[in-house]
């Protein structure tokens, strides 16, 4: 398919589905509290999308069952909401969301916890946000799409933790998964010029224990750590400006254009 440089009639489409994505992130934090399950979650996210006039990008996806992914604990990525998985005190989990309004997608998730969590939770969730700030800021005009991923390994494995490397970033925005893949390890200037136009989602993988995964058998999507230590993600849709980058997904005005 090759990357596609976007229009600023698709940039804008992109923009506004990004929004709704970050909003209904933003919306579902209320609706977390201890006894809840992940299905109640996702019945609620999927209701917000469509009352925003957008569908959900997961849903019927190769098959996918749901509206949203929601994992926890040790869940890398691709946790079916379930009635049985009710939340409870200590755990952390990430919902992760793509919205397609008027058939641009925007695409994005976070961690969020219940109740009191461990340190060690606490410093993995504040790694990942890091290291998902750090890939934000390779993100510039005529630099190279491996940078992105080297600083995150290298700041990942600084604090002693693993990256995933069986699950990556993506181009986004006209498709669900576009081009180029966006390694979170890479060696340093590799990879395709980033070029003004392009969208795609930087969405480390940071894991407690080792870097593998294995994909449960039962229903072909959840991805576990292959030991049961913690994992976590942050994820953000960016652009590429003639300047630098725009975080598309940003609702809390966190990220400045730069």
């Not at 509206?67 to 926890?72: A, P, V």
Request: glycine letters at 10%.
């Amino acid at each position: 398919m090759g990357i596609i440089i976007k229009t600023p009639e698709q940039i804008e489409g992109i923009r506004k589905s990004s929004q709704l994505a970050g909003n209904t992130l933003k919306m579902i934090e209320g609706f977390i509290k201890e006894g809840v399950t992940t299905e109640y979650l996702d019945n609620i996210i999927e209701q917000y999308m469509r009352d925003n006039g957008a569908i959900p990008a997961t849903l019927g996806y190769h098959g996918y069952p749901k509206s949203s992914c929601i994992s926890l604990n040790e869940v890398v990525c691709h946790g079916i909401p379930s009635q049985n998985t009710i939340l409870k005190e200590g755990d952390i989990f990430n919902i992760d969301v793509t919205t397609i309004l008027n058939g641009y997608y925007g695409d994005t998730s976070k961690m969020f916890s219940i109740g009191e969590i461990s340190a060690k939770a606490i410093n993995l969730i504040e790694t990942t946000k890091h290291c998902l700030n750090l890939g934000i800021a390779q993100v510039k005009p005529g630099n190279r799409v491996g940078n992105i991923g080297f600083v995150i390994s290298r700041y990942a494995k600084s604090k002693g933790y693993t990256v995933v490397y069986e699950f990556c970033g993506h181009g986004c925005g006209v498709e669900f998964h576009e081009d180029p893949q966006i390694e979170h390890i890479a060696r340093q200037n590799t990879g395709p010029i980033m070029q003004p136009g392009m969208t795609f989602t930087i969405e480390p993988m940071i894991n407690e224990g080792k870097s593998r995964t294995r994909v449960d058998k039962a229903d072909g999507w959840t991805a576990r750590t292959i030991d049961n230590k913690l994992s976590a993600q942050f994820e953000h849709t960016v652009l590429v400006t003639e300047t630098g980058v725009e975080v598309l997904t940003d609702v809390d005005g966190e990220y400045p254009f730069i």
